[in-house]
């Protein structure tokens, strides 16, 4: 069974730091895309980051990037997302996915991932 359990979240203040982290358990997902969504209360679940199998390709929200970055660790099956200068719009509870099909690239929608986990708490205080 696949699971992917992320952690890291938590209460900061705008400007502060932040790194979440999803395992994934069940299956090895070195040769598939990873991603980070996120979810604001009332809103729909949104595109954060997406890195490609090997790494080698990454891609960013228009709305993150220069502030986060998505980096994966193939030997333990982890994927992690650097969060900085946060703000109080990066609120949300946010997502691990893994894509099931075997890609070289990077993926931005909900429907390219087969997998989520539960998600975790970011909430960034002015």
């Known amino acids: 069974q696949v699971q992917l359990v992320e952690s890291g979240g938590g209460l900061v203040q705008a400007g502060d730091s932040l790194r979440l982290s999803c395992a994934a358990s069940?299956?090895?997902?070195?040769?598939?895309?990873m991603g980070w969504f996120r979810q604001a209360p009332g809103k729909e679940r949104e595109f954060v980051a997406s890195?490609?199998?090997?790494?080698?390709?990454?891609g960013y929200a228009d709305s993150v990037k220069g502030r986060f970055t998505i980096s994966r660790d193939n030997a333990k099956n982890m994927v992690h997302l650097q969060m900085n200068s946060l703000k109080p719009e990066d609120t949300a509870v946010y997502y691990c996915?893994?894509?099931?099909?075997?890609?070289?690239?990077?993926?931005?929608?909900?429907?390219?991932?087969?997998?989520w986990g539960q998600g975790t708490q970011v909430t960034v205080s002015s």
């Open positions: 890195i490609s199998g090997s790494g080698g390709r990454s």
């Open positions: 996915a893994a894509r099931e099909i075997y890609s070289s690239y990077y993926y931005t929608r909900v429907l390219d991932y087969n997998y």
């Open positions: 069940g299956r090895t997902f070195s040769n598939n895309a």
